[in-house]
């Protein structure tokens, strides 16, 4: 098949290239009846303006990068939804790309989009030397981080959304706590990952203010999911003692947990109340019903595209941003307070 092109539409017009351009680009003088009789062409032939090739010419291409860790990963998978509905909303095409939970391919994958003129990048990958790739790719293109750096990082010229995981877990022991419970665990940490380790400092700073000291069982995969909730859980089931309370490093860690407790014939919330972080759509199901932090996605994704754009429009790369969303408890059936 002939590919048509807007030589063969001009031709087919009567018309200059320039003409055929204009229609179609809807930019400077043509007759609106020389207008229509190009578009009509256009549709007959099924011909397509190569945006990609305009916009490459004026600096730009209207796309903008996405890099997260996992794309079956339902929080991911909620951060890659909003990201392209407030993209599209914007007038921009999202190429994503998934490292598969392998962090050493968060390079390449920048590269690769650096290869296909993106305007900007968004990085949701929460790895330890994420601060260090955004310092190294920004003088290139606008970078925004979607995740929380370390206390160590400096961040004075990298542009950062990421959600206040230490408030967060300050709001999870206060809930807890508010319940009555002082037996308390926390399941599922890495240490690797710096929001987490906020997150976990937060609740054990707020639990030790009553002077209570959680056990902690750590996740020492390289990333939280269904397996790594069942594997923690067994731990602290086989124990022996199983606490009145769980809080949970994120939701998918404490569907690990249900299934664990449901082996062992313990009770959620009869015997064992269970809360969990980032509010993923699983959590609401109806036999999960999970008490849950809110990690507000929406607002993340948002706020990520929103200040990537403004950037890509202002490209003075002396400007940096810091956002900051605050989490939010949000309460279903897997808490109860102790009797």
């Not at 925004?144 to 950062?160: C, F, K, W, Y």
């Not at 995981?165 to 926390?186: F, K, M, T």
């Not at 937060?202 to 209570?212: A, N, P, Q, S, V």
């Not at 199901?285 to 996605?297: R, V």
């Amino acid at each position: 098949m002939h590919r048509v092109t807007i030589k063969d539409i001009a031709e087919m017009a009567g018309v200059s290239y320039s003409s055929v351009s204009r229609a179609v680009n809807g930019t400077g003088k043509v007759s609106e009846e020389t207008k229509q009789k190009i578009l009509e062409i256009c549709e007959r032939e099924g011909y397509r303006a190569n945006t990609l090739a305009r916009n490459l010419t004026q600096d730009h291409t209207n796309t903008i990068g996405l890099i997260v860790p996992s794309v079956t990963n339902p929080f991911y998978a909620e951060i890659m939804q909003q990201v392209e509905i407030k993209a599209s909303e914007e007038g921009y095409h999202v190429l994503l790309r998934p490292t598969n939970n392998d962090d050493s391919r968060t390079e390449s994958m920048i590269e690769f989009l650096l290869q296909q003129q993106v305007d900007g990048i968004i990085l949701a990958t929460p790895q330890a030397n994420i601060v260090e790739l955004v310092n190294k790719y920004s003088r290139f293109v606008p970078i925004v981080m979607v995740a929380e750096p370390g206390r160590n990082d400096d961040i004075s010229r990298v542009n950062v959304v990421s959600l206040n995981n230490y408030e967060g877990g300050r709001i999870a022991a206060d809930y807890l706590y508010s319940l009555g419970h002082r037996d308390i665990a926390y399941v599922g940490f890495r240490k690797g990952n710096h929001s987490q380790s906020h997150r976990f400092q937060g609740f054990t700073d707020r639990l030790k203010e009553e002077g209570i000291t959680p056990r902690v069982i750590e996740n020492y995969g390289n990333h939280s999911s269904i397996e790594s909730g069942i594997r923690c859980a067994r731990q602290l089931f086989e124990s022996g003692s199983v606490p009145t309370a769980i809080f949970s490093a994120t939701d998918f860690t404490a569907l690990g947990v249900i299934k664990a407790a449901g082996e062992c014939g313990i009770r959620i919330p009869e015997d064992l109340s269970l809360l969990g972080f980032d509010n993923v759509i699983y959590s609401s199901l109806p036999k999960i019903e999970l008490s849950t932090i809110d990690h507000k996605n929406d607002m993340l994704s948002y706020a990520a595209v929103d200040t990537l754009i403004h950037l890509i429009h202002n490209p003075d790369f002396s400007e940096v941003v810091h956002r900051t969303i605050m989490p939010v408890l949000v309460c279903r059936s897997s808490c109860i307070a102790v009797k």
